[in-house]
């Protein structure tokens, strides 16, 4: 199976670890990611808030890359994916709108390429029971919540992908790997995003409340698949606060007993490897 891979600004930097990650496990898994062709930035956060056609544009010229690939598109960021998939129903509904894009950007857009999100992918296109088969070392002691974050199901009438309010696809899939996924109520709340860079402090409010709740359900762990969440979960803490925060694809790996993991796991910056040690000794 191949899929066109649009990796995004974040995951050829500071989520560096997610790509490989992602990478890995999808070649383990038989699927094939084909880096989209020169890909452009899709413009989140800022194009879109200062300009509209800008912030069309942007993914638009993407999904025409897409489209003559022949390949379905996914994207690992959760912010690229809601960009792209946001671009992606504006050209399907509005045909206006298409062929304005198609004079912009000279490229081509129908109605046959579907946009997911890595999550969506690997639960929908692999399947949760092809992975549970592929586990050679369950994630037992290991008890997380699944952090969804506000762009990966919302708006509903666009991502068309699990419910906006509560979504199970990732504590599905993090059953299937071994770990206990506990329930909580914050799944899709906002981890304060972009803001961080202009307001820390309110950001900072909002991340140590969210790290709270999931100690208060008795989680050791948190799980995600939006790098900007990993980053402000990550850096906006109080230095008190230990809990480490993982990508799905890498607790993915880890069940996969895939040797590159410690590598990927050396890049955070909240230690994983104490809440990991019982783990890996099972």
């Not at 290991?142 to 991502?159: D, E, F, I, N, S």
């Not at 990993?230 to 607790?251: G, I």
Request: glycine share 6%; hydrophobic share 40%.
């Amino acid at each position: 199976m191949k899929l066109s891979y649009f990796p995004g600004c974040s995951l050829q930097t500071s989520a560096r670890e997610f790509d490989l990650s992602a990478r890995a496990v999808c070649g383990e898994l038989d699927l094939e990611l084909v880096e989209l062709p020169d890909w452009n930035c899709c413009g989140a956060t800022s194009a879109h808030s200062l300009n509209h056609e800008l912030g069309l544009t942007l993914p638009a010229r993407n999904l025409g890359l897409a489209q003559e690939t022949g390949l379905d598109l996914v994207a690992s960021c959760s912010a690229c994916y809601n960009r792209l998939k946001s671009a992606d129903y504006a050209l399907k509904t509005n045909p206006a709108q298409a062929g304005a894009m198609r004079q912009k950007t000279g490229l081509d857009f129908d109605q046959n390429l579907h946009v997911l999100s890595l999550l969506e992918a690997v639960t929908t296109r692999i399947g949760i029971e092809r992975i549970k088969q592929r586990v050679s070392r369950p994630l037992k002691n290991l008890k997380v919540v699944c952090y969804y974050g506000c762009l990966l199901v919302r708006p509903p009438r666009v991502t068309a992908f699990d419910s906006p309010e509560f979504p199970v696809s990732m504590d599905r899939l993090m059953a299937a790997l071994g770990a206990e996924p506990l329930q909580w109520s914050y799944k899709t709340d906002c981890c304060g995003a972009s803001l961080s860079i202009c307001d820390s402090r309110t950001v900072r409010n909002m991340v140590n409340n969210l790290l709270q709740m999931a100690a208060e359900t008795g989680a050791n762990a948190v799980v995600t698949a939006c790098t900007l969440c990993h980053a402000n979960l990550e850096m906006r803490r109080d230095p008190s606060r230990t809990m480490p925060v993982f990508y799905f694809t890498e607790l993915m790996g880890l069940a996969f007993g895939l040797s590159a993991c410690a590598g990927w796991l050396h890049r955070h910056l909240v230690d994983p490897f104490p809440v990991l040690a019982p783990v890996l000794a099972v």
